[in-house]
């Protein structure tokens, strides 16, 4: 194990939940069963959502075309796979229409795709395009190609599929999908009126950062709760993963995260300790495999001290918890404090992290009263209510790049007029919580 100094990233005191007892599960979005989405594409950005405003039953779909990173991206489904052209939905009697109740905002010079293949032998293609503005419900009945089949892939988009072109803005919102055969032998597609959606969720620990958010839209996590705990109930474990052929590695940070998922911030921290302490489990397999718990203060963001415990092969504590306290290294008063715990190698790797704590030079566990706050509704719209909190008690809302957005005094802070997404809340200079705006 090698202990590097570094002038390295700052909370008053303690590290907040660095025992990892505390994890919230928060809803990211909702899946529409038997259909892939687009919202895989680009976790963390909505294009495919449920809608309460519906023709039929309780619910309708809704595709919106957004900018992200510099590009439009365009809402869509499918119940099959369009690029293997032969994993649809099974279904085999003829069809002669397709009716679709619909509404639509497309911007000008851009197009909304709807189409339907006919796989099993060579696919047979049917496609419609939507311009203009549809602002209430309307039924269309389409006419479709008469072909054997033993499979169907619908699909639909909020921009030109077939052209990967779409102008933010343009939406188009579907329900209830009905293929029609004169005959009367009609097969509804599985889950045709959009009704029913699977919650996508994610559970990181609280005061904590990490890639769940992001990989729990494509299916996995790479930080989940472990009761393999040195301390107490519960450790973060990081797992080293695999998604589409490319390696995931895994990140957790009492810091933040940027649009592009790079670790930035800190949390406001004043105090000057002596040690950095913790324990970790580490289990690499190849000289490849490797990871550090790293701690960095700074003062108006320039570095004031540090250490890292950097790990490699010969570091491997075969399936057993191994403490550490190296040197904090703090030279002059912070204003910042950032904790990042990574690993990267071989899928399959992990590693566990608990009993995270600053001591020495005053900064000890009983140096502050516990003040449990409960933060609610999460996600949140209008307001959201801090319990625990009283009229005195600061609320702060920071933006991924750490920018203060929003800040009140009470028990509640307003965030209507926020952009959806995730902020990290402040209350009271100390304890950190994240939020999500929708």
């Not at 002669?96 to 032998?121: E, N, W």
Request: aromatic share 10%.
């Amino acid at each position: 194990m090698l202990f590097i100094p570094l002038a390295w990233n700052a909370q008053v005191g303690l590290v907040t939940n660095g025992d990892f007892e505390g994890w919230t599960t928060t809803i990211l979005s909702k899946n529409l069963d038997d259909f892939q989405n687009s919202n895989s594409e680009n976790p963390g950005v909505t294009t495919c959502s449920q809608s309460t405003d519906a023709v039929h039953l309780s619910y309708s779909v809704l595709l919106e075309t957004k900018e992200f990173a510099g590009d439009t991206i365009f809402g869509w489904i499918a119940n099959g796979d369009l690029d293997a052209m032969g994993d649809g939905q099974p279904h085999t009697a003829n069809i002669d229409s397709i009716t679709v109740r619909l509404k639509y905002d497309i911007m000008p010079g851009d197009s909304a795709t709807m189409l339907l293949v006919q796989t099993g032998g060579i696919p047979t293609f049917d496609v419609w395009n939507f311009t203009g503005t549809q602002s209430t419900w309307t039924t269309v009945n389409l006419p479709v190609t008469n072909a054997l089949h033993d499979s169907i892939i619908f699909a639909a988009a909020s921009g030109n599929a077939f052209a990967d072109f779409s102008i933010d803005g343009s939406w188009l919102q579907i329900d209830w999908v009905e293929l029609v055969n004169d005959g009367g032998a009609n097969e509804d597609m599985p889950n045709n009126s959009f009704e029913n959606w699977t919650d996508v969720t994610y559970e990181d620990p609280d005061s904590w950062v990490s890639f769940n958010a992001v990989a729990s839209v494509l299916g996995f996590i790479p930080t989940p709760k472990s009761t393999n705990s040195f301390t107490g109930t519960y450790a973060a474990e990081m797992q080293i993963s695999t998604f589409g052929g490319d390696t995931v590695n895994p990140v957790l940070t009492n810091g933040q995260m940027d649009a592009n998922y790079e670790v930035i911030g800190g949390v406001p921290y004043t105090s000057m300790p002596a040690n950095f302490e913790g324990a970790y489990q580490w289990n690499p397999i190849n000289s490849i495999d490797s990871a550090f718990i790293s701690i960095e203060f700074r003062n108006s963001g320039t570095p004031v001290g540090g250490n890292v415990v950097a790990l490699g092969l010969s570091d491997a504590t075969t399936g057993t918890y191994q403490t550490f306290s190296v040197p904090a290294n703090v030279a002059s008063a912070p204003d910042t404090m950032i904790i990042i715990v990574y690993a990267e190698g071989s899928p399959g790797v992990n590693m566990l992290v608990d009993a995270l704590e600053l001591t020495g030079n005053g900064v000890n566990v009983n140096e502050f009263e516990t003040v449990v706050y409960q933060v609610y509704p999460n996600p949140a719209q209008d307001i959201i209510n801090v319990k625990g909190a009283n009229s005195n008690t600061l609320i702060e809302l920071f933006s991924l790049d750490g920018k203060l957005v929003a800040q009140d005094q009470g028990n509640t802070i307003n965030v209507q007029n926020l952009a959806s997404g995730v902020y990290s809340m402040r209350i009271d200079k100390g304890t950190i919580q994240k939020v999500m705006v929708k």
